[in-house]
């Protein structure tokens, strides 16, 4: 009964394409993120919704682009997908009142060839 | 310069060892995450910390807020400890999670 589940877990794909991550989460949370992890591991955030409200957009191409359809979920769809979109991709949730920090999903490895 | 400073970048210990890992950070917080990344990837919270300390079985977190510091001890470490600790701060008035580099502990039977 995973909390925080996102589809694919891998995803090779050829540059040009347009794919899509999905992600779940069941604890009721508030606020719900996409974080990309490149190469070096460094993580960043790249989007935040807060029951399906836009609350961060950091410098991230128009290529990206989340949608909430309710606060349960949160997809990242990305167009023409170039090699430098290669990296692995967390979706997570939080709720901030509760203390409890974040919760994160297992990660999504895209490999644009 | 990250805003978000962790060291050491590596540490590699024996099984029973005490570990520290530190974090200092440059800007105005109203919350510090400790986190752990599994070398399968997987991330998990630890700690949330806004001041003083937090214990969870042999994990202790602490922070400093006057000197921007914050510190997560292992004790009596174990291998399965062995992962990558990333310390992460939570700008005031922003939901916004700025990450440091991290700091890959290995603990050697």
């Known amino acids: 009964d995973t909390a925080v589940s996102q589809t694919p877990k891998y995803l090779v794909t050829q540059m040009g394409n347009d794919k899509s991550i999905k992600c779940e989460q069941n604890?009721?949370?508030?606020?719900m993120y996409w974080y990309k992890q490149d190469s070096k591991k460094f993580l960043k955030i790249m989007f935040s919704y807060n029951n399906k409200e836009l609350i961060i957009n950091e410098t991230v191409p128009n290529r990206f682009s989340p949608k909430s359809p309710d606060k349960a979920h949160l997809n990242l769809h990305i167009n023409s997908l170039e090699l430098g979109d290669s990296a692995v991709y967390f979706c997570a949730s939080s709720q901030e009142r509760s203390g409890s920090g974040y919760t994160f999903g297992s990660g999504t490895r895209l490999t644009v060839v | 310069k990250n805003e978000v400073e962790q060291s050491p970048q590596n540490l590699t210990a024996q099984e029973g060892e005490f570990i520290t890992i530190n974090c200092s950070y440059s800007?105005?917080?109203?919350?510090l995450h400790w986190l752990q990344q599994h070398p399968g990837g997987g991330i998990v919270s630890l700690f949330m910390l806004s001041s003083g300390k937090k214990k969870h079985g042999r994990l202790i977190a602490t922070i400093n807020i006057q000197e921007k510091h914050s510190s997560l001890h292992i004790t009596a470490s174990h291998p399965r400890d062995s992962a990558v600790y990333i310390c992460?701060?939570?700008?005031?008035?922003?939901?916004?999670?700025?990450f440091g580099k991290g700091t890959k502990l290995t603990v050697n039977p």
């Open positions: 800007v105005g917080i109203s919350a």
């Open positions: 604890l009721g949370h508030d606020t």
């Open positions: 992460a701060v939570k700008r005031g008035g922003s939901e916004k999670l700025v």
